[in-house]
C-alpha cells in the first residue's frame, strides 16, 4: 500500500491500494501523475495514476520480479524516474534499463554498459578428518566441581563422568546402559550426586548416587521428563523442574509442569512454581532460587526470583536483559550469570525491590569474569570462587581476582583467565568389524562422470577396500557378500543446510525420528547451519560413538545472531568475532553462521576469525541480494539460500563464477516468492508416504501435507531460482543440497528434484547432492565418492536416478561408516544384523508405528524443539 503523507499536519492516509499490492511510488514533474508498480497475477507491471480521477492503467507489463515476497529492506523494486518533462519514465527490466513513453506504452531499451573491476577475497575452506579411529570428546554438558574442590562431574556421550582435579582420569559413575543421564549436582557436603534419567520407553527420574559411583535411588515415584535437580544446603530436600514432552520425546507424563520439591528420605513431590528454570538454593534450606522468563524470544524479560519450598512468598530479587542463567552463591552474598554467552558476577544486594544488573550497570559493582564464554556456572563450596566450562575446559575465578574492595584483592586485577583445565578424555570412534561386498550393481562414483556397469564395492570395516567391474574386483573370503544386481550404488546424500533437534530440554532422545528418517530416505551426512549450541555437537559424538544411531552430524551450533535476542552475538570488533569463534569451536563447530549482522566491517570481522581459526564461515543469505553479493566479495565459504532475485544475468554469474564462494540456494524455503516445499504436497500424496510414515508422526506430516496449498504453475518461484542454480553451476559456483529440515529425510530428494526442474541432468544433481557438498566442507577426502580408501557412506536403489532423477527415493539399503540398513525398516544387516529398527517403529500401521507411546499419544508437541533459529512457519524454529 501506497502511503500519503501531509507534510503541514504529519497525517498519513492509505493513497493507493488494492490487490497485487502498490510499491515504488514516484510522482512526475508536473504533479499530476504517480507511478508505482504492482503485481498482477505473478506478474509485475508498471503502472500510471492520474491523481485528479484516481484512474490507473498498465505502461509496461514486464517488469521483473518485484520483492513483495521477501525481506525488502533495500527496496522492494529498483527505483525509476519520470523524465522532465512528464511524458516517460526510466526505469529497469529484464537486466536492461529501459525507457516507456506513457501516452503509447512504446518501451525501448537505453543502451548501457559498464565496465568494471572487483577485488575478490579467497573463499574459506579448510579441511577436516571425517573418521579417526579415536576422537576428543568435547561437548561436556553440566559439569560440577564438588564442594571441596577435589573432583568434577559431568555429562558427555550420554553418560556421567568424574574426575579428580586438579588431576586424574574420567571414569564412569554408573555402570548402567538402560539410560541416558543428565543434569548432575552435588550435594553440599559432597557425598552425594543428584541426576536425572531419560529412556525412550520408560521416561526419566530424579535419582540420588553416591559420589564414589555405586547404585543409585529414584526420588520420584512417576515416570516423567526431568530436569536440573539441586540439593538443599541441609541435603534434605532436592528441588527439579518437570518439563513437558512430544515433538522428540513421548508426550505422556507431561501434566502439570513447573518447579517441584521432593524430601530425599521419601514423600510426594510438591509444585513450587508452575513456570521457572535452573532452580537452586542460596544460603537458606527454606528459599529456591529461578530464571523467569516472560515474553518472547527479542522481548522477554529475564529475571531472578525466589520462592519458599512450600511455593508462597514469591520475590522478584534480579531483573536482567537476556540472562540466561542465575546462580546464587551458597552463602547467599553474590550472584552469578550468563549473558551475551559470556559470564558475571555482581553482590546479591537485597534491597526490598527488584535490582537491574547488566554489563553495563554502574549502580552496583559487576565484573565479567570469562573471557569467550562462561557456561554452566557454579559456585565453590565456599562462595569464594566462581567455576564453568566451555567446551573441555574447567575454568575458575576467584572473587578477589574480581573485585579490587575484597580483602586479599592484588594490587592489579588479573585479566578474566585465558586456558583452563582440560577435563575432558578421548573416545574410540564407532567402525564396525568384518567385510562387506556388494555385487552386481551399477555404480554412480562420482569420480568425475564415472558410471561402473556391473560393478562391485567391497568395504573392510568403515572404509571402500575395493571398487570397480565385478570381473575385476576380488572378494575377500567371509565376506559378507550382498547380491545387488539390477540396482544402483551412488554415494549417501550430504545435506549441507540441514535443519532438525537433535534434543530438547538438552535431552538427547535414544532413537530419534528425524535421524532414522534422514538414513532411510538416504542422508548420510549433515552439515547444521543453525542448532542448538551444547545439543548438537552432545548429539554429533554421541553418534560418532555409536551410542546413538544418526547420519554423521556437524554444525556451526547457535547462530552469530546481529538482531535482539538472548542468544544476540554482539560483534563490534574484530576480537569480539574471534571470541565468538573460539567459544564455539571449543564445543565442536567446525563453521559458524554469520546471521544478519547489520554492517559489512562486523560481517568482514567474522571472515578474519574464520581465517585465524580455521573455521568456514556460512552466512545467512537473509532474502538480501545487495548482501549476498559482497558475501561473495568478501570471502565467506557460501551464502545459504537462494538470491531473491527472479533471474541472474551475466554481472552476477561472472562474478560468483570467478569465486570459490558456494551457494546452498534451499529451495524448499525459497526466498522471493512461494516456497518449493508447497509444490510437492500439491503434486504428490506426500500424507500417504508409507516410508515416511514409518518414521515421521502423523502429527507432523498431516498439518502441512493434507490440507494443502494449490497454485498455478508458474505461481512457483523455485523454478525460477533452480535456472538461477544451474546457470551458477555452469559457471563453476558448487551447488549444494540443503533440505532445511522441512520434511525429514524426503526434502532432500524435493531439492534434488527441483534443481532438475532449473535444468539440471540428473548427473548434475547426484554431483550437488554428494561430492560438490563434500567439497563444500571440506570432506571430499573421506565423503562424497565411491573411491578406495574413502568411507563407506552410499546408497543402494532399486531404480536408476540416472534414468529419472525421481527414482533417487527408491533407496533399498544405506550404508553409513560401514554398517548398512535395510532403508525400509532401518534395521541393521550384513555383518551385524539388528532388528531394533522394526521392534521400535514397528509396522507402519495406520502410519503411526514410532514407538509404543506415539502409537498411544499421536499428538503434537507444546513446546517448540529449539534449533537456533528466530523465524519459521513449522514447529520447530530453523532458518
Request: glycine share 10%; aromatic share 8%; hydrophobic share 35%.
Amino acid at each position: 500500500t501506497i502511503q500519503r503523507l501531509d507534510t503541514h499536519t504529519g497525517e498519513t492516509e492509505r493513497y493507493v491500494t488494492g490487490p497485487g499490492g502498490a510499491i515504488r511510488p514516484t510522482p512526475s514533474p508536473d504533479g499530476k501523475s504517480l507511478a508505482f508498480v504492482r503485481r498482477v497475477r505473478f506478474q509485475s507491471q508498471l503502472f500510471v495514476m492520474d491523481l485528479a480521477s484516481g484512474e490507473t492503467r498498465v505502461v509496461h507489463d514486464e517488469l521483473e520480479r518485484d520483492m513483495q515476497e521477501a525481506w525488502a529492506i533495500h527496496g522492494v523494486y529498483p527505483a525509476m524516474a519520470w523524465t522532465p518533462d512528464s511524458a516517460s519514465i526510466v526505469f529497469w527490466a529484464g537486466g536492461k534499463v529501459r525507457r516507456v513513453d506513457v501516452a503509447s506504452g512504446e518501451a525501448r531499451v537505453i543502451p548501457f554498459r559498464v565496465r568494471t573491476e572487483h577485488e575478490i577475497t579467497e573463499a574459506l575452506r579448510f579441511e577436516h578428518e571425517v573418521a579417526p579411529d579415536e576422537f576428543d570428546v568435547k561437548m561436556l554438558r553440566w559439569a560440577q566441581v564438588s564442594p571441596s574442590g577435589d573432583r568434577v562431574v559431568y555429562q558427555a556421550l550420554g553418560h556421567l563422568y568424574v574426575r579428580a582435579l586438579p588431576e586424574g582420569e574420567p571414569r564412569r559413575l554408573t555402570s548402567q546402559t538402560e539410560h541416558f543421564e543428565h543434569y548432575p549436582s552435588f550435594s553440599r557436603d559432597g557425598r552425594w550426586i543428584v541426576y536425572t534419567t531419560w529412556n525412550d520407553e520408560t521416561l526419566g527420574g530424579v535419582r540420588i548416587v553416591s559420589a564414589e559411583g555405586g547404585p543409585s535411588r529414584v526420588l520420584t515415584a512417576d515416570p516423567g521428563h526431568y530436569l536440573e535437580p539441586a540439593f538443599s544446603p541441609d541435603g534434605k530436600t532436592v528441588v527439579y523442574r518437570k518439563a513437558t514432552g512430544g515433538w522428540l520425546r513421548s508426550p505422556a507424563w507431561s501434566r502439570d509442569p513447573g518447579l517441584y520439591s521432593v524430601r530425599v528420605d521419601g514423600g510426594e513431590p510438591m509444585r513450587i512454581a508452575t513456570r521457572g528454570a535452573r532452580p537452586h538454593f542460596g544460603a537458606e534450606n527454606d528459599r529456591v532460587y529461578f530464571l523467569h522468563v516472560e515474553g518472547d524470544e527479542t522481548t522477554d524479560t529475564r529475571t531472578l526470583r525466589s520462592v519458599d519450598v512450600r511455593g508462597a512468598e514469591e520475590r522478584t530479587h534480579v531483573s536482567t536483559t537476556w540472562a540466561s542463567d542465575f546462580r546464587v552463591s551458597p552463602d547467599g552474598r553474590w550472584v552469578a550469570w550468563t549473558e551475551g554467552f559470556n559470564a558475571f558476577v555482581a553482590p546479591f544486594v537485597r534491597a526490598g525491590q527488584t535490582v537491574t544488573l547488566g554489563p553495563k550497570t554502574n549502580s552496583v559493582p559487576v565484573r565479567r569474569v570469562s573471557r569467550d564464554a562462561g557456561e554452566f556456572l557454579h559456585w565453590s563450596g565456599d562462595s569464594t570462587a566462581l567455576h564453568w566450562t566451555t567446551g573441555p575446559e574447567l575454568f575458575t575465578r576467584a572473587l578477589t581476582d574480581t573485585f579490587a574492595f575484597l580483602d586479599g584483592a592484588p594490587d592489579e586485577l588479573p585479566e578474566p583467565p585465558t586456558e583452563g583445565v582440560n577435563i575432558s578424555f578421548r573416545a574410540a570412534a564407532d567402525a564396525p568389524e568384518g567385510v562387506v561386498a556388494l555385487v552386481g550393481a551399477r555404480i554412480v562414483t562420482m569420480k568425475g562422470d564415472e558410471v561402473i556397469e556391473n560393478g562391485a564395492v567391497v568395504v573392510e570395516r568403515n572404509r571402500i577396500v575395493a571398487v570397480g567391474p565385478r570381473a575385476r574386483v576380488e572378494i575377500p573370503r567371509g565376506a559378507h557378500v550382498i547380491d545387488v544386481e539390477g540396482r544402483t550404488i551412488m554415494p549417501g546424500i550430504i545435506d549441507i543446510h540441514a535443519h532438525g533437534a537433535q534434543g530438547s530440554d538438552g535431552i538427547i532422545p535414544q532413537r530419534n525420528w528425524l535421524d532414522y528418517a534422514s538414513i532411510a530416505f538416504g542422508t548420510t551426512t549433515i552439515h547444521d547451519p543453525s542448532n542448538d549450541t551444547h545439543t548438537i555437537f552432545a548429539a554429533a559424538e554421541m553418534t560418532r560413538a555409536g551410542k546413538i544411531i544418526g547420519p554423521r552430524i556437524y554444525s556451526t551450533g547457535t547462530i552469530l545472531y546481529g538482531a535482539a535476542g538472548w542468544f544476540r552475538a554482539e560483534i563490534e570488533s574484530r576480537e569480539d568475532a574471534v571470541r565468538h569463534l573460539r567459544r564455539l569451536k571449543s564445543m565442536g563447530a567446525i563453521s559458524v553462521k554469520s546471521y544478519n549482522q547489520p554492517r559489512r566491517e562486523q560481517r568482514q570481522w567474522v571472515i578474519d576469525a574464520g581465517r585465524e581459526l580455521e573455521m568456514m564461515i556460512m552466512p545467512e543469505g537473509g532474502s538480501l541480494f545487495m548482501h549476498n553479493m559482497t558475501m561473495i566479495l568478501d570471502g565467506h565459504t557460501g551464502v545459504e539460500h537462494n538470491i531473491p532475485v527472479e533471474r541472474a544475468y551475466k554481472d552476477v554469474i561472472s562474478l560468483w563464477g570467478a569465486s570459490k564462494t558456494g551457494n546452498t540456494p534451499t529451495l524448499v524455503v525459497c526466498f522471493g516468492g512461494m516456497s518449493g516445499e508447497n509444490y510437492w504436497y500439491q503434486h504428490d500424496d506426500v500424507y500417504a508416504d508409507e516410508r515416511l510414515l514409518r518414521f515421521v508422526p502423523r502429527s507432523i506430516v498431516d498439518p502441512r501435507a493434507r490440507r494443502r496449498t494449490m497454485a498455478p504453475e508458474e505461481e512457483y518461484n523455485h523454478i525460477r531460482a533452480a535456472a538461477v542454480c544451474k546457470a551458477l553451476q555452469d559457471a563453476g559456483v558448487t551447488i549444494h543440497v540443503g533440505a532445511h529440515g522441512q520434511m525429514a529425510g524426503l526434502a532432500a530428494h524435493w531439492e534434488m528434484w527441483m534443481f532438475a526442474q532449473g535444468g539440471m541432468s540428473p548427473m548434475q544433481v547426484i554431483r550437488a547432492a554428494t561430492i560438490d557438498g563434500a567439497r563444500y566442507i571440506g570432506m571430499d577426502k573421506d565423503i562424497g565418492s565411491i573411491e578406495v580408501g574413502k568411507l563407506a557412506d552410499l546408497l543402494v536403489l532399486d531404480k536408476c536416478p540416472l534414468e529419472d532423477i525421481r527414482n533417487s527415493r527408491h533407496i533399498e539399503y544405506t550404508m553409513i561408516n560401514g554398517r548398512i540398513y535395510n532403508a525400509r525398516t532401518m534395521d541393521q544387516v550384513g555383518n551385524h544384523p539388528d532388528d531394533h529398527g522394526s521392534r521400535w517403529f514397528g509396522d507402519n500401521v495406520e502410519g503411526v508405528g514410532f514407538g509404543r507411546w506415539w502409537r498411544e499419544h499421536a499428538s503434537p508437541t507444546k513446546e517448540d524443539a529449539y534449533t537456533g533459529c528466530v523465524s519459521c512457519t513449522h514447529t520447530t524454529h530453523r532458518h
